[in-house]
Structure formats: C-alpha cells, structure tokens
C-alpha cells in the first residue's frame, strides 16, 4: 500500500515538474535538468520518509523517471 501512495506522489510530482517546466520555456537545457535531478532526488526522499526500502525507493524513483523521460520524448 506504500509502495502506490508513494508511486501516486511521485507522478504527481512529475506533473508539477511538466508545469514548472511550461512556466519556463526560456530556460536552458542545462537549468532543466539540474532541475529535472532535483525533483528526482526529492522523490527519491520522499519514497524514503515513507519507509520504503533504499533500494526499492531507489528503483521506483529511476523507472517513473525514465517513464516520465520516455513519455516526454514520444510526445514531442
């Protein structure tokens, strides 16, 4: 059950980091992904303070972020 509530946090982070991301269009590539590594870190915390293991906390974090980073590429 932690392991959803903690799945359903983190695309709903990934979606605040879409509209963070739509708010600054005029950033550079290089500000995006210092930013991109901060919501993927705060995730990775937030996984942890709902007491999930490091390593599965560490795997989820990484495969909702290569979805959200896959699903970003097909879209455009």
């Given at each position: 059950?932690?392991?959803?509530l ?20 005029h ?49 455009g």
């Amino acid at each position: 059950m932690r392991v959803l509530l903690c799945t359903f946090i983190q695309i709903t982070m990934w979606c605040g980091y879409s509209i963070v991301l739509f708010l600054s269009h005029h950033d550079h590539n290089f500000f995006e992904s210092i930013l991109m590594l901060m919501f993927g870190y705060f995730n990775f915390l937030v996984a942890q303070r709902l007491n999930i293991n490091k390593s599965v906390a560490l795997n989820m974090t990484i495969s909702l972020t290569l979805i959200y980073v896959t699903g970003k590429l097909m879209i455009g």
